[in-house]
């Protein structure tokens, strides 16, 4: 009987959609996992490789050059689990449609990775057979932790010389505290990968040596080697299962007789409460395990039926908190997660269907603006393929031409349902540089390009210095702002010449501080007063800007309370060492006084600035640095090069391990130091050793260095009161 949630005009009901994403560390093989299952799924007819510049979801030309992935490319597939004798599959001959999110795997590029979180259902995170647990898989990690997301893991290329299973079971379990337990255990590595072992199935998958594409296999019967492996996992699985699924738990106790569709039932349950990761291995490169992991998908992931509701809030109220469960028939509510500048199209909108349905023609509200917006267009995204669709159901992913007004995150919804769900978070930008057009010709081109790619990029933002005029870019590191350039180059024709990198510096203060200020003027007629009083206190790190009105009796009267909160809030952009904003800092609001006839809004602004800056020179002002996570991989004769090198930028050493003839080091190094070190880490070790390295946290500046950014930023005047 259909589920009555489903309209009768949708093509796959919910329960046999899937909406997942693949995940990972920069070349641990994403996008080439992608492609497979494309390939195997029948959406292409013929493989691409991300080295030849030909994968479906690497389209950028940037991506094709550099062979990575930067922009997160959804696609939609559909996959049927195939009839095998003997072999039990929940959803066999059910054909299910799956929706795929590939994205980026290079640190500068980790916003798109969040807001893909964000509305996906599943993930299956992808890890290297050799390098196991890299850096950016942590990331990715904590942010599927922070969206409840369920996940399975990918062990792949277990081709490659030195690949062991066992090594990254082990690490996914130490480093990410996961509860993974193999499903899919490659038979043989490197070059004697010849399948995989279903270890529920207890059955071996056994690929075609005549088949160079992978699409020929067959279910045989395990050798003695390989049962024992498959009842070792077996028992482990089942006993985890036991552990965390009470209906599995009760059958074992009662020692009833427990099925393979039991394992599997109860193994969907712990999947999708976040309870258990199943891990599954194979080489996407050599086509080999793509289709028993496409089965695990169907089998374990979640449809949108089976996840917790979205909660939003009420836009006047943000503690009255509304529960968004999947429903073709209720009221429109969705999520717009992405913005897309295509050049054929327009400006695209990239949503996710929480609630009802919505079709060409159809008035939505964006709560934020209380706009109205049509729906001119609606489209299904494949990778840069467009296809016109009539209507977008609940559950899917789809993408809208020509909204305006929208930023990323903004909830879009029926006026009568008006709701705010959670937007993505992102991280602040850690790295900017000053930009020039190269002709008067680009100036206004050069606005409007950096306008529409700053509304696409939420980590991208763009500012003018007050002092010098410049247009100063901001994102998440060389590479981010390198693409961006390039971007402005081809999509916008806009030529343009930029600076030296900057470092994303902060300021906080150390002891707790009182500050007052008084705006006296008198010039004939109506003069300014405003006085206010107030006291600061450092916060805990990323605690951010709280403020807090404690003011009593009237001293200040109410229509003057907010003008001078956002004073408060405005001197906090700009410290007194060198300018950079202030963070981490509680500000109370204590006293102060008015005039009846001079004071106004904007006196009392000007007066909280002035007491701010008053309990700033005070507060014992401390400069703060970015701080970068570093691992350098490195073969073990040029190890003690690569560590003297990282102490030499400032940098922590903090551990260093040692894994198939190389020695991995892991350090902490301030951002400033960490230019170029592309080219000192290849010259270094002849062109053998690789780096990755990732946001961490902000630390003081040493003190010999303040002096130096300080007149890097623009000299001592800045420092006016320290």
């Not at 795997?105 to 969040?114: I, P, Q, S």
């Not at 695990?296 to 039926?305: E, G, I, M, Q, S």
């Not at 150390?510 to 006291?535: F, M, P, W």
Request: proline share 5%; hydrophobic share 35%.
């Amino acid at each position: 009987m259909a589920d009555p949630r489903n309209s009768p005009n949708r093509q796959y009901p919910l329960e046999r959609t899937r909406n997942i994403g693949i995940s990972a560390h920069i070349d641990a093989g994403k996008t080439t996992l992608t492609e497979r299952i494309l390939f195997y799924t029948g959406m292409i007819h013929r493989i691409g490789e991300v080295h030849d510049g030909a994968a479906t979801t690497d389209w950028m030309e940037q991506e094709k050059e550099r062979g990575i992935t930067i922009t997160s490319a959804a696609v939609t597939t559909k996959w049927k689990q195939l009839a095998n004798e003997g072999v039990f599959k929940m959803f066999e001959g059910e054909e299910m449609r799956v929706n795929i999110i590939d994205t980026p795997g290079h640190v500068d590029f980790t916003a798109e990775v969040e807001r893909s979180l964000r509305v996906l259902d599943g993930v299956i995170l992808v890890y290297c057979g050799v390098a196991g647990v890299q850096p950016q898989s942590e990331t990715v990690w904590r942010q599927a932790t922070k969206y409840n997301v369920p996940r399975m893991a990918f062990v792949n290329k277990m081709d490659r010389t030195g690949a062991d299973f066992d090594k990254v079971v082990s690490d996914i379990r130490s480093k990410l505290g996961a509860n993974a337990h193999p499903i899919l255990i490659p038979i043989g590595a490197e070059d004697q990968l010849k399948g995989v072992i279903d270890v529920i199935g207890k059955q071996a998958i056994m690929y075609s040596d005549n088949d160079k594409l992978g699409s020929t296999y067959e279910y045989t019967p395990l050798t003695e080697e390989q049962r024992m492996i498959a009842d070792a996992a077996y028992d482990d699985l089942t006993a985890a299962l036991c552990d965390v699924d009470e209906q599995l738990g009760m059958m074992f106790l009662e020692e009833q007789d427990i099925t393979v569709k039991d394992v599997k039932s109860a193994m969907r349950r712990a999947v999708i409460a976040n309870q258990i990761v199943p891990v599954a291995g194979g080489s996407a490169f050599k086509n080999k395990g793509v289709q028993a992991l496409l089965d695990a998908v169907v089998d374990y992931l979640p449809n949108p039926l089976d996840i917790q509701p979205q909660v939003g809030s009420d836009p006047d109220d943000y503690d009255k908190k509304i529960e968004v469960s999947p429903d073709d028939n209720g009221k429109f509510v969705s999520l717009g997660f992405k913005l897309w500048s295509d050049k054929f199209v327009g400006k695209l909108v990239f949503f996710r269907v929480y609630r009802g349905k919505v079709s060409k023609g159809d008035t939505i509200y964006n709560p934020r603006t209380r706009k109205r917006e049509r729906v001119g267009r609606l489209i299904q995204i494949q990778a840069n393929q467009h296809t016109d669709i009539d209507t977008c159901y609940s559950g899917d992913i789809a993408a809208i031409v020509g909204l305006k007004e929208l930023r990323t995150g903004d909830t879009l919804c029926n006026e009568d349902a008006e709701m705010l769900l959670e937007p993505p978070t992102f991280p602040d930008p850690v790295i900017s540089m000053s930009i020039e057009p190269k002709t008067k010709a680009d100036q206004e081109k050069m606005a409007n390009a950096l306008q529409r790619l700053s509304d696409e990029d939420p980590t991208f933002v763009v500012r003018t210095d007050e002092e010098t005029g410049q247009t100063i870019i901001a994102g998440m590191g060389e590479l981010h702002l390198e693409i961006i350039r390039d971007r402005m180059l081809r999509e916008f024709k806009v030529e343009a010449e930029s600076g030296k990198p900057q470092i994303a510096y902060r300021e906080c203060t150390t002891v707790a501080a009182d500050g007052e200020g008084k705006l006296v003027k008198q010039s004939g007629g109506r003069g300014q007063y405003g006085h206010v009083v107030i006291k600061m206190y450092p916060s805990e790190r990323g605690k951010g800007i709280t403020t807090e009105n404690k003011i009593v009796g009237g001293t200040i009267p109410k229509e003057y309370i907010k003008p001078s909160m956002d004073g408060i809030v405005e001197a906090t952009l700009n410290g007194i060492i060198a300018g950079y904003p202030v963070v981490d800092l509680h500000i109370e609001l204590i006293d102060g006084s008015f005039h009846e006839v001079d004071s106004n809004e904007n006196a009392f602004k000007m007066a909280a600035i002035f007491a701010m800056k008053d309990a700033f020179k005070k507060a014992k002002c401390q400069l703060l640095e970015p701080i970068m996570g570093v691992e350098a991989t490195t073969p073990d004769e040029y190890q003690g090069d690569i560590m003297g090198d990282l102490s030499r930028r400032r940098g922590r050493i903090n551990s260093m391990e040692s894994r198939q003839n190389a020695s991995i080091v892991k350090a902490e190094v301030p951002l400033s130091e960490m230019f170029g070190y592309s080219t000192a880490i290849r010259t270094l070790s002849s062109g053998r050793a690789s780096y990755s390295m990732q946001p961490s946290h902000f630390e003081p500046v040493p003190n010999n260095i303040v002096e130096q950014v300080v007149e890097a930023r623009g000299g001592s005047n800045r420092r006016g009161g320290q």
